[in-house]
């Protein structure tokens, strides 16, 4: 079913601040004097060959020297302030085996400590770092982490609503063991599907199986093997949508908090509800107002609401009069008329001005919109915490929007007859059922084309319904694939179309006119029993 390696950006801090241009220079070693460089008398009296310490088998990286004047050279540093060094690193040759007597070099020798001394800082200057190397070498880093960074934000830009589902669907277990039931009368449906999410053995990780049953208590023959259980979700987010716990306009909900959903934990439930039908296939709420999904994605004091998100109709005309407001008269009597609100808010201690009325109204709709609703926030946030669901929502925000708040989003002719294949359905090339079938796909695509044009009384949404048990295609997509298959007349008098919303798959009626494919379209879809039986 169906989200990295990335770099800290605190990785770009230096490890040391020796490999920082800017910081200060090594300095140099401290000399000692206890025990004296050895070096080897050449045959050419021009060159000096470094040779080993005595009784040492290898180079040392300490180069003792005495000075001209007897004294050692001291300094603050110590030998490990330096990185060690090897002389055959130094001076890129390997030391010359010695054939001839060590001489000790002391002060006032023809080599003496000048000599020496100079060659050694000549050494030391090499190991000092190069700005311009060191400033290379952050480049090569900086580029590095950032090319890092943007494969990381290829792959978040590569992710999709689906992908991201289908990952957290591999948790559920699909046995027949873990299994949790809900057995729904249609005309009861709530309280059928409380009884499910609040039983005990209830877990959000097993698969769903859904049966609906006809008023009588007769068993309506949907059993679920995929498609009672998407119409299920389906209804579930339509009943939720205009449950007490939101208010507001259909297409914008916020919160409406009541004590009675509380104290029976409604808000944790409601969101509970949301993130199961997201990873079970189902559809998401596409109802919530932007203010309460940007409260539930970046928290409460990231958000500023707006006049435009208090719900209550009368209260928002008591505001927006205090707002318009343009001399003391008039604001004086907006805010008298007011006062229960501002009282209820803690805003009743001050008396606004013409300067701070803008303050004024921020510091009650903030109250009504967030601080009084903090504790349903919390609770609809923990339960759209069930399956992970609310941390991938907040890592992937644009994503998920659409998901959750509403938008203008309709099928089109283009859409449904994408996504009702017919090519495994047709008969081979050449037989007369492959004529008839590419004549009843014409018709079928007119029919399409007619209810976009709004020329019959079926809509796009109701086919996909009879199909699918869905009026819109679920984030999740739909599994498996819809398909478009073709029913003949048997004998049985008119040809209807009948779907399997299980599999997701529409049968349309072979005939011979266009007139009589309309009509027996339209009468078996108005006519079917709540899910796409006939």
């Given at each position: 079913?169906?989200?990295?390696?990335?770099?800290?950006?605190?990785?770009?801090?230096?490890?040391?601040?020796?490999?920082?241009?800017?910081?200060?220079?090594?300095?140099?070693?401290?000399?000692?004097?206890?025990?004296?460089?050895?070096?080897?008398?050449?045959?050419?009296?021009?060159?000096?060959?470094?040779?080993?310490?005595?009784?040492?088998?290898?180079?040392?990286?300490?180069?003792?020297?005495?000075?001209?004047?007897?004294?050692?050279?001291?300094?603050?540093?110590?030998?490990?302030?330096?990185?060690?060094?090897?002389?055959?690193?130094?001076?890129?040759?390997?030391?010359?085996?010695?054939?001839?007597?060590?001489?000790?070099?002391?002060?006032g020798?023809?080599?003496?400590?000048?000599?020496?001394?100079?060659?050694?800082?000549?050494?030391?200057?090499?190991?000092?770092p190069?700005?311009?190397?060191?400033?290379d070498?952050?480049?090569?880093?900086?580029?590095?982490?950032?090319?890092?960074?943007?494969?990381?934000?290829?792959?978040?830009?590569?992710?999709?609503?689906?992908?991201?589902?289908?990952?957290?669907?591999?948790?559920?277990?699909?046995?027949?063991?873990?299994?949790?039931?809900?057995?729904?009368?249609?005309?009861?449906f709530?309280?059928?599907?409380?009884?499910?999410?609040?039983?005990?053995s209830?877990?959000?990780?097993?698969?769903?199986?859904?049966?609906?049953?006809?008023?009588?208590?007769?068993?309506?023959?949907?059993?679920?093997?995929?498609?009672?259980?998407?119409?299920?979700?389906?209804?579930?987010?339509?009943?939720?949508?205009?449950?007490?716990?939101?208010?507001?306009?259909?297409?914008?909900?916020?919160?409406?908090?009541?004590?009675?959903?509380?104290?029976?934990?409604?808000?944790?439930?409601?969101?509970?509800?949301?993130?199961?039908?997201?990873?079970?296939?189902?559809p998401?709420?596409?109802?919530?107002?932007?203010?309460?999904?940007?409260?539930?994605?970046?928290?409460?004091?990231?958000?500023?609401?707006?006049?435009e998100?208090?719900?209550?109709?009368?209260?928002?005309?008591?505001?927006?009069?205090?707002?318009n407001?343009?001399?003391?008269?008039?604001?004086?009597?907006?805010?008298?008329?007011?006062?229960?609100?501002?009282?209820?808010?803690?805003?009743?201690?001050?008396?606004?001005?013409?300067?701070?009325?803008?303050?004024?109204?921020?510091?009650?709709?903030?109250?009504?919109?967030?601080?009084?609703?903090l504790g349903?926030?919390?609770?609809?946030?923990?339960?759209?915490?069930?399956?992970?669901?609310?941390?991938?929502?907040?890592?992937?925000?644009?994503?998920?929007?659409?998901?959750?708040?509403?938008t203008?989003?309709?099928?089109?002719?283009?859409?449904?007859?994408?996504?009702?294949?017919?090519?495994?359905?047709?008969?081979?090339?050449?037989?007369?059922?492959?004529?008839?079938?590419?004549?009843?796909?014409?018709?079928?695509?007119?029919?399409?084309?007619?209810i976009?044009?709004?020329?019959?009384?079926?809509?796009?949404?109701?086919?996909?319904?009879?199909?699918?048990?869905?009026?819109?295609?679920?984030?999740?997509?739909?599994?498996?694939?819809?398909?478009?298959?073709?029913?003949?007349?048997?004998?049985?008098?008119?040809?209807?179309?009948?779907?399997?919303?299980?599999?997701?798959?529409?049968?349309?009626?072979?005939?011979?006119?266009?007139?009589?494919?309309?009509?027996?379209?339209?009468?078996?879809?108005?006519?079917?029993?709540?899910?796409?039986?006939?």
């Amino acid at each position: 079913m169906e989200e990295d390696k990335s770099i800290d950006p605190a990785t770009t801090k230096r490890a040391h601040d020796g490999n920082n241009c800017n910081s200060p220079k090594p300095r140099k070693r401290r000399i000692k004097e206890e025990e004296p460089i050895v070096i080897e008398d050449s045959c050419d009296d021009s060159e000096i060959q470094f040779g080993r310490r005595q009784g040492s088998n290898c180079l040392d990286d300490t180069i003792p020297v005495e000075s001209s004047m007897g004294d050692s050279i001291q300094d603050d540093s110590s030998d490990s302030d330096l990185p060690h060094l090897t002389m055959s690193s130094l001076v890129g040759a390997e030391p010359v085996p010695s054939t001839s007597t060590p001489v000790e070099v002391t002060a006032g020798a023809s080599r003496g400590g000048d000599g020496i001394y100079r060659t050694y800082v000549d050494l030391i200057n090499q190991i000092t770092p190069d700005c311009s190397e060191d400033d290379d070498d952050d480049d090569d880093l900086q580029a590095a982490i950032t090319q890092s960074l943007n494969e990381h934000n290829a792959d978040q830009d590569h992710a999709t609503v689906q992908s991201l589902l289908e990952e957290l669907g591999t948790k559920i277990r699909y046995t027949d063991e873990a299994c949790c039931y809900f057995n729904i009368s249609r005309n009861h449906f709530w309280e059928g599907a409380m009884r499910g999410f609040k039983r005990k053995s209830y877990s959000p990780y097993n698969r769903m199986k859904v049966k609906f049953t006809d008023d009588i208590g007769q068993d309506e023959g949907a059993v679920d093997t995929g498609g009672p259980k998407r119409e299920f979700l389906r209804l579930l987010m339509r009943h939720l949508k205009d449950s007490l716990i939101f208010e507001g306009h259909p297409h914008a909900k916020v919160l409406s908090v009541r004590k009675k959903a509380m104290d029976e934990d409604l808000y944790y439930i409601a969101g509970r509800m949301i993130a199961v039908s997201l990873v079970h296939g189902g559809p998401g709420p596409q109802f919530f107002w932007c203010a309460l999904y940007n409260t539930l994605v970046f928290g409460v004091e990231s958000v500023q609401p707006t006049i435009e998100d208090i719900a209550n109709q009368t209260t928002k005309d008591k505001l927006e009069a205090i707002l318009n407001a343009t001399t003391e008269e008039q604001l004086s009597i907006a805010v008298d008329k007011a006062d229960a609100l501002a009282t209820m808010t803690g805003a009743g201690h001050t008396i606004p001005t013409l300067q701070s009325k803008d303050e004024f109204v921020g510091d009650i709709i903030k109250f009504l919109v967030i601080t009084s609703n903090l504790g349903a926030y919390q609770r609809l946030k923990a339960g759209l915490s069930t399956l992970n669901v609310m941390e991938t929502v907040i890592s992937h925000p644009t994503l998920f929007r659409e998901v959750f708040v509403h938008t203008e989003k309709d099928l089109t002719v283009q859409t449904m007859t994408a996504l009702f294949d017919a090519s495994q359905s047709v008969s081979p090339e050449g037989s007369n059922k492959r004529s008839e079938e590419s004549q009843v796909l014409s018709f079928w695509e007119d029919y399409l084309v007619e209810i976009q044009d709004a020329e019959t009384e079926v809509t796009l949404r109701d086919i996909l319904i009879f199909a699918t048990g869905l009026d819109n295609i679920p984030p999740l997509g739909f599994s498996p694939s819809p398909t478009l298959e073709f029913v003949r007349d048997e004998g049985c008098g008119r040809i209807l179309p009948s779907a399997n919303t299980c599999g997701n798959v529409l049968r349309i009626p072979v005939v011979k006119s266009y007139e009589l494919f309309k009509e027996n379209m339209g009468y078996g879809i108005f006519n079917s029993p709540g899910f796409g039986q006939v």
